[in-house]
């Protein structure tokens, strides 16, 4: 199996089109078509990670962060950056980041959160926009339905809980070849008249060549009219964090003790009390000071995250109660996640977890 192989399964998890516009994910280091003899799981990658891989014969590393973010001008070694991917290409390991892309996955680094807190009911906080796109292609209309077909098997007419999904009208398409056309129907120099549908259906945007493919396949012209455009729809799948309910309420205490336990933390930052029992939690992972208000307007009682500012903590009005249980301790299961869904796509090599902890920050 290739790395592009690996690459392709974690991206049906954490489709690149995912990842917001300031990240750095997909392969940072090697080769789409090296081998891989095994693969090394973390949430970061250090020198300490990549001495890892070579002790257990992995040439792939995937890590929940990338470790190059912004651009390299140069490669000498003089901070921790440059010395990992100096020792990743001196040892002929790749290196590949999922990040933003799996912050946004409905099966990602919250929905992760939400299972070790017990939540149910869950959906997702803040939805993505602009990853969803339509498409409109005309066709005569005895062969709508073969292409509709199609279209439905590469993913698109996909809304929400429903399949299938797509519009169709039917009108005159019109044209007339050039000598150097070679209609399927009509004769070249002749003007055409044909009854055509227009089928309308949406798509996730990572599926675009996979629908182009089916439609070029499937449709009979030797020229195929048809239109994409990008939506401002919000697929309510697709999105940073998530809220859910427990099973039973607690009181703010008992709930702070009860996060503290779970998430290993050795401090949670909080805000006032709001004087309420905890049922309704929101939930994100790493830097999520941007969804206080989203998780205040969604009338959750609590929201854990991290990095919280000292201002941040104001935005609770004792409306909500604000959790700051540290970036590491929010992200820590992600690996697990990523671990446990690499073992059971590929079996014939190691698929092996990081047992290093790569927290760099320390409590007293």
């Known amino acids: 199996m290739t790395i592009k192989e690996v690459a392709d399964y974690i991206e049906k998890l954490a489709p690149l089109s995912y990842t917001e516009d300031f990240d750095n994910v997909g ?5 789409y078509a090296t081998k891989v003899t095994g693969v090394l799981v973390t949430l970061d990658t250090l ?5 890892e891989a070579i002790a257990n014969n992995c040439n792939l590393i995937v890590s929940f962060h990338p470790i190059i973010f912004s651009g390299l001008k140069k490669l000498n070694g003089t901070n921790y950056v440059e010395r990992v991917v100096l020792k990743a290409i001196k040892h002929d390991i790749a290196i590949y980041a999922t990040h933003t892309a799996l912050d946004n996955s409905d099966k990602g680094v919250s929905a992760k959160m939400c299972e070790v807190l ?23 209309t005895e062969k709508a339905t073969e292409l509709r077909d199609a279209l439905f098997n590469a993913g698109a007419g996909n809304i929400g809980n429903y399949s299938n ?5 039917e009108g005159k398409g019109t044209y007339k070849g050039n000598e150097n056309s070679n209609p399927s129907i009509g004769e070249k120099g002749v003007l055409s008249i044909e009854n055509e549908t227009r089928i309308t259906a949406v798509f996730e945007s990572y599926l675009e060549s996979k629908v ?18 990008t939506l401002d729809n919000i697929n309510q799948n697709i999105g940073m964090g998530m809220i859910g309910t427990l099973p039973n309420e607690m009181d703010e205490k008992s709930f702070l003790s009860f ?5 290993k933390t050795d401090c949670v930052r909080y805000s006032e ?39 941040d903590f104001f935005k609770a009005e004792k409306q909500i109660l604000l959790a700051d249980i540290g970036h590491y301790e929010s992200e820590q299961f992600t690996k697990d996640l990523l671990f446990e869904y690499l073992t059971k796509k590929i079996t014939n090599f190691a698929v092996v977890l990081s047992e290093r902890s790569t927290n760099p920050i320390y409590y007293l």
Do not use: M
Not at 165 to 169: A, I, R, V
Not at 212 to 229: G, R, S
Not at 259 to 263: A, D, G, N, R, V
């Open 27 to 31: 392969l940072l280091v090697g080769n």
């Open 47 to 51: 020198e300490q990670t990549v001495d």
């Open 118 to 140: 017990g939540l149910e009911y869950t959906q997702v906080l803040l939805p993505k926009k602009g990853i969803i796109k339509k498409l409109a292609a005309y066709v005569p």
């Open 165 to 169: 999904c797509s519009f169709n009208s």
């Open 212 to 229: 182009l493919k089916a439609l070029f396949t499937n449709h009979p012209y030797e020229e195929v009219a048809y239109e994409i455009v």
């Open 259 to 263: 996060i503290k336990k779970t998430f």
């Open 273 to 311: 009390f709001t004087d309420k029992k905890i049922k309704k939690v929101a939930v994100l992972g790493g830097s999520g000071s941007f969804a206080i208000n989203a998780a205040i307007n969604s009338k959750a009682d609590a929201y854990i995250s991290a990095d919280f500012k000292y201002h």
